[in-house]
């Protein structure tokens, strides 16, 4: 069963806008979620984690927000750049633990 | 300082044949966990492991699959007598330790079975 459910396949976006990626899970027991960027042919490079004792964490032009009762997590970038064109998984762990499980992924276009 | 390195990148067998994958982790990590990507999907967990020990190996299907990580040299996951639905991404991942630490992973292997 898919623990983590990203439900849009793909998104486009113009350069310099804001891209939203969103992500839901059902395991509540999770409490530690990750975003990973991925290039085609190339590994899953880490992005932006948040635990779930924050609703928010930001990086540069990366922001995850985190809606625990809604069991829902988003990533912004902002502006966006057409560099940020790839694949982006939503993943999740229990803290205490190290599987990760993953989204399907959404692919991402920026366009100039 | 270099990243998770995986060998080989590209891998072709036919069907009945073994897959050997490799995987060195990250400088300074001793925990190293294998992945696998079907087309069109997210990235499955196969297996946890540290130095001479598997820890978790819930989602390595039952037969066929091994891994090890010895105590000298790279973590290897191994199919034995592969067959077409083996095909797919194998990524290996590291961390400095494990629960609540991101994981770094390797470029993965591409295994084609004919």
């Known amino acids: 069963d898919q623990q983590v459910k990203q439900n849009s396949p793909s998104l486009s976006v113009q350069e310099g806008r804001i891209s939203i990626l969103n992500c839901d899970y059902t395991n509540s027991m999770f409490d530690y979620f990750l975003w990973y960027k991925k290039y085609p042919a190339e590994g899953p490079t880490f992005l932006i984690s948040?635990?779930?004792?924050?609703d928010k964490n930001e990086d540069g032009r990366f922001t995850v927000f985190l809606n625990k009762s809604a069991k829902h997590l988003s990533l912004h970038i902002v502006p966006s750049q057409p560099g940020d064109s790839a694949v982006y998984f939503c993943?999740?762990?229990?803290?205490?633990?190290?599987?990760?499980?993953f989204g399907k992924g959404t692919s991402l276009l920026v366009t100039p | 300082n270099a990243g998770v390195m995986q060998n080989p990148r590209h891998l072709v067998r036919r069907r009945g044949q073994e897959a050997r994958l490799r995987c060195s982790p990250m400088?300074?990590?001793?925990?190293v966990y294998w992945y696998r990507q079907l087309p069109e999907e997210g990235l499955k967990f196969m297996v946890y492991l540290q130095k001479e020990n598997i820890i978790d190996e819930s989602g390595m299907p039952k037969e066929r699959f091994s891994a090890e990580f010895p105590k000298e040299g790279p973590s290897i996951l191994r199919i034995q007598q592969v067959v077409r639905g083996d095909s797919a991404a194998y990524f290996c991942?590291?961390?400095?330790?494990?629960?609540?630490?991101?994981?770094?992973f390797g470029p993965g292997t591409r295994l084609t079975v004919t």
């Open positions: 991942a590291s961390s400095p330790a494990t629960g609540g630490y991101e994981q770094y």
């Open positions: 993943a999740a762990s229990v803290s205490s633990g190290y599987a990760l499980n």
């Open positions: 948040i635990s779930s004792i924050k």
């Open positions: 400088k300074g990590h001793s925990h």
